[in-house]
């Protein structure tokens, strides 16, 4: 079993609906979640940091974290071509532990 | 967040020869990390670097292969030695910046590729 598992995709949507993002974890002692945007030939960008269970909410984006079932989302409202990316989910132990791991992506394609 | 360079964006290296990454952030930084992106595939941690100390390399990779320099609070340097194909890949700094636990911001990383 991976340490983080994402759905590779792709994930179509058409623009203007909500792309849902989804990421499980392995490591109950996993403290830390993030997730990364990731555009062709660039760098991962961060977008969202969770760290309590619930809804965490930043724009058009919200981090959805369960940790009873191991459990973080991503939701995309208004989902817009230039979101077209893979979208890295990361996990951290925390408490000093800072390592992360991340899943393989999940490829997004927004078309008009 | 924190502004990150590296030096340089992109080369191509013969086989047997060493390639020095080099990686700037715009203010101190206790802890920088180096990952390795394999085409299409996600980053994989080579090491952490605090400066002061030995660097602590994950599974599966050795200081003889990637030795790590981290002189000051605001630079560090990856070697890539005795390079095959293999080790052609995208090659990212981060650092923990910002006050939020455990958050990593990226360089823009180095291209290599191996001939």
């Known amino acids: 079993q991976k340490e983080v598992e994402q759905n590779s995709g792709p994930l179509s949507v058409p623009e203007g609906a909500i792309a849902s993002l989804n990421c499980t974890y392995s490591d109950r002692g996993s403290q830390s979640f993030f997730w990364y945007r990731q555009y062709s030939g660039k760098s991962p960008e961060l977008i969202m940091s969770i760290y309590s269970n619930g809804d965490k909410e930043d724009g058009r984006f919200t981090a959805q974290l369960n940790k009873a079932s191991q459990y973080v989302s991503l939701l995309i409202r208004d989902s817009q071509p230039s979101d077209s990316a893979t979208y890295l989910c990361a996990v951290s132990r925390g408490g000093g532990y800072n390592k992360l791991i991340f899943g393989a992506g999940t490829r997004l394609a927004v078309h008009p | 967040s924190a502004v990150i360079s590296q030096k340089p964006s992109r080369d191509i290296c013969q086989r047997g020869t060493s390639l020095t990454i080099q990686c700037q952030v715009d203010s101190q930084v206790t802890m920088m990390f180096w990952y390795r992106q394999q085409p299409g595939q996600s980053l994989t941690l080579i090491a952490t670097?605090?400066?002061?100390?030995?660097?602590?390399?994950e599974s599966g990779f050795v200081i003889d292969k990637f030795p790590i320099s981290r002189p000051n609070l605001t630079f560090s340097t990856l070697t890539v030695s005795n390079m095959s194909p293999e080790d052609s890949s995208i090659y990212l700094c981060s650092v923990e910046a910002g006050g939020l636990q455990d958050t990593q911001y990226f360089g823009p990383g180095t291209r290599l590729t191996v001939l």
């Open positions: 670097a605090n400066q002061g100390s030995e660097a602590t390399y």
